[in-house]
């Protein structure tokens, strides 16, 4: 399979740059046009990322799906964009990344004010679960990854439940290093998400999907396509919020989009 072999290539080298494929460079130019307005410093460090990913996960695609490296390297870095600031393993829980060609199902349980469980079918762009998996679309993984100004980006959507998942509870707080980060992000959160939900209640427009007002997880979730798309806007509308996720981040996409 693909990734055998990159990771092969790459397990064998001691500098990735050394075996870095001009062909991925050209791929990732091609199909992730925000891996072209990265510093170049910032690009080492996504390789070395993308090497420890793709040496830690397996891909495997579904319902017929035939995998490129096109389509590995597309996840790989925009996942990896989002630990840039990381040693080691990017997503140490993460173990399998299923993609299906487009849309697929499936069942949804939800349990009502009667505690009555119903079970109903759901077509759906990406899963993301806390045993290690993640479940992508390719269509729409190739879509968000080349419209870079609209804030859809399912990868991008999806890694960050991942990072969620990270300190046992999907709350919309991920993984923090201090009681201080954790007592800064909780109060910048509430208030923001808060105020979000009165512009949603409210009918306005709003720079961060609606969706995000499902939970605090997806806001978490949507607020990081926002970030990482509309960086600049984010920054002007919501400027704490903004800190706090280059903080967790450890980038500023302002200056990338700049």
Known sequence: MIWDLITKIFSEADQ??????????????????????????????????????????????????????????????????????????????????????????????SRDALGIVTEGEVHRLGESW???????????????????????????????HQLDHEDGDTDGAPGLPSREAYRSWGRVFRENYSDFLKEVEAGRRTLIDEYGATNPAEFFAVATETFFEKPRQLKKKRPELYEEMKGFYGVDPADWLA
């Open 16 to 109: 990735v740059e050394e075996v870095f494929k001009d062909e991925w460079r050209d791929l990732l130019v091609a199909n992730v046009p925000l891996y072209s307005r990265l510093p170049d410093e910032v690009k080492l460090c996504l390789h070395e990322r993308i090497a420890h990913f793709i040496g830690s996960t397996r891909f495997e695609g579904c319902n017929g799906l035939e995998l490129t490296e096109g389509m590995v390297l597309t996840v790989a870095a925009q996942a990896c964009m989002l630990v840039l600031h990381r040693d080691g393993e990017p997503y140490p829980e993460l173990r399998n990344v299923y993609l299906y060609p487009t849309t697929f199902s499936s069942v949804q349980k």
């Open 130 to 160: 806390e045993t290690g998996t993640v479940i992508l679309a390719w269509d729409s993984v190739e879509q968000g990854a080349r419209n870079i100004h609209d804030a859809r980006n399912v990868t991008f959507h999806e890694f960050a």
